[in-house]
């Protein structure tokens, strides 16, 4: 048994199930995945990406269903959604949700693994390229006149490290083996032997940090991996690249050691302060603009991808709308992070 569900009814002066959504990109890849929810009697109700509560409150009474982006979703959330019954995450991570809360509350949390595992590990591939061969700095001289060209390596040459071996760190192990060099790997969740087996060679933390010229970032964001100290153990000149979340980075450490020299470059899909108010980073301060590389979380921002999220979230709301128990609930387990 699942718990109390809201059926949806084809009838037109029958109510129908809420199902609020949250992700500012659902159902606008090739599947119209808005479609195939309303096409069953829901009201699919589009609300604000950011999960302001005052703004989500009124449309939060009579929500049955959460599809839900990277927003948080705390206890507060829970408390003013009496009839919430599943929360869909748009993607894997669930490190937004408050999991104990919804647990009290009696709400599934599902996710969808895989779906954007190729997109991210693309993404993370194109910034690290883009940081270590100096291409947007290359670009802005160009524009004003400025031909001087800054001699860098080959990724071949390298020792690239990986933070998190769930399936978009493998994913991007198993595009680095095609340039060759050396690839770390660190995952408390993950055996020596699942990292040797995709190519990974095991280490811990601080030594992936004196060993790697280049460290990508893929756990999830439950705590700060790169903090002061673990900055002073890098590498002279390492890049460091994040795809996965803002809150693994202490920004205002990392500010200093772009200045300081002691990191070269910093490329990321998100930073601490987003939906419009990114200007209070420290990484945005005008003379880090050539040590810094940032996308506005747009990595998982395929057509593929968010069809691939759309589909697994929209099976999750269309499971519980029938009573059922819907594919990839989320278990509060450690390993579920590995996962990212």
């Known amino acids: 048994m699942i718990g109390k569900t809201h059926k949806v009814r084809d009838g037109s002066d029958e ?15 090739d599947v119209n995945v808005r479609a195939d929810l309303e096409s069953v ?64 509350h009696q709400v599934m949390v599902t996710n969808t693994p895989g779906a954007n595992t190729g997109a991210v590990a693309d993404h993370t591939l194109a910034l690290m390229l883009a940081a270590l061969r100096d291409v947007t700095a290359g670009d802005r001289g160009v524009r004003s006149g400025n031909w001087q060209v800054n001699r860098t390596r080959e990724l071949s040459s390298l020792t690239i490290g990986i933070v998190g071996l769930g399936r978009i760190g493998r994913g991007v192990a198993s595009r680095l083996s095609g340039y060759g060099g050396v690839i770390l ?65 202490d920004e205002p450490a990392l500010a200093q050691a772009l200045r300081s020299g002691a990191v070269r470059k910093y490329a990321a899909d998100s930073l601490s302060t987003e ?52 594919p990839n609930l989320v278990v509060i387990t450690p390993s579920q992070g590995s996962e990212l």
């Not at 109510?15 to 890849?29: L, Q």
């Not at 747009?298 to 029938?322: E, N």
């Open 15 to 29: 109510p129908k199930s809420v199902v609020m959504v949250t992700s500012r990109s659902f159902s606008t890849g």
């Open 275 to 326: 939906s419009g108010h990114g200007a209070g980073s420290p990484l945005l301060a005008a003379d880090l603009i050539d040590k810094t590389i940032f996308t506005p979380h747009s990595a998982a921002q395929t057509v593929q991808a968010v069809d691939g999220m759309g589909v697994g979230a929209a099976a999750a709301v269309l499971a519980v709308l029938r009573g059922e128990t819907p």
């Open 41 to 104: 009697g829901a009201n699919v109700v589009t609300a604000p990406s950011d999960h302001n509560l005052n703004a989500l409150r009124p449309v939060l009474a009579e929500t049955v269903a959460w599809i839900a982006g990277t927003g948080p979703i705390t206890a507060e959330h829970l408390a003013a959604a009496p009839k919430l019954r599943v929360i869909a995450r748009y993607g894997v991570g669930v490190d937004a949700v408050d999991l104990e809360a919804a647990a009290r």
């Open 185 to 249: 790997g660190h995952d408390p969740w993950v055996s020596d032997a699942q990292a040797r087996t995709a190519g990974i060679e095991p280490v811990g933390l601080d030594e992936l940090a004196a060993r790697c010229d280049i460290v990508t970032l893929h756990a999830p964001g439950d705590q700060t991996l790169v903090n002061g100290p673990w900055l002073a153990r890098a590498r002279p000149g390492l890049i460091l690249v994040n795809t996965a979340r803002a809150n693994l980075v």
